[in-house]
């Protein structure tokens, strides 16, 4: 159940899915890329927000490892969140994959106008961790869409002939997300590490 293969082979099952959230992940940073006025002032609330607990996480005594804590623990909670929370029709997964492709975005493209090159951001600042966060953010947030999807269904069929083949389908599909969710979580603390020495000595070096 909770064999690598077996995660993969799940993906397969939510396929429309990861198209969509990869859609919406694209969207989320076209816009961030062109944001002006009270969007804009809205990305920048986000971005100050990570500053502040930027700035505070490199007080602490153990730089690194505090980075790790909370990089680990803020993603692997929020998607494991964004799959279950899909169960009300998708909404926070698109709202999800929208802000994390606006912020993004407006990062990349800020930065770059203050100076910064495309290599520097991209391949040096986020493409270390990023290769594996990203992908896997997305698919938890794909997940959660699946989980709206046949929340969805299961409404819409309620008193229906057909309520033992939806039970059939819930079954199944929980069984999937509870392997996603693991697998989700793992690759994440690999992220994490990545992100807190690799990326981070390479930010700072």
């Excluded at 500053?51 to 804590?69: A, I, T």
């Amino acid at each position: 159940m909770l064999k690598f293969s077996t995660f993969l082979k799940d993906l397969g099952s939510i396929r429309n899915a990861l198209i969509w959230s990869v859609a919406l992940f694209v969207i989320g940073i076209s816009v961030g890329w062109v944001s002006t006025g009270p969007l804009e002032e809205l990305l920048l609330n986000q971005i100050g927000g990570l500053r502040e607990v930027s700035e505070r996480l490199e007080q602490g005594g153990n730089v690194q490892l505090n980075f790790f804590l909370f990089i680990f623990f803020n993603n692997a909670i929020k998607s494991v969140l964004v799959i279950y929370a899909g169960i009300f029709f998708g909404i926070l997964p698109i709202i999800f994959l929208l802000i994390n492709g606006m912020v993004i975005g407006f990062l990349v493209h800020t930065t770059m106008n203050y100076g910064a090159s495309f290599y520097d951001i991209v391949i040096k600042g986020l493409l270390p961790h990023g290769i594996i966060e990203i992908p896997v953010i997305i698919i938890a947030c794909a997940f959660g869409l699946k989980f709206g999807g046949l929340a969805s269904k299961s409404l819409m069929q309620l008193g229906g002939s057909k309520r033992h083949l939806l039970g059939k389908q819930w079954e199944v599909f929980l069984r999937r997300t509870l392997t996603a969710s693991c697998w989700i979580i793992i690759l994440l603390f690999v992220a994490a590490i990545i992100e807190s020495t690799i990326t981070y000595s390479i930010v700072r070096g």
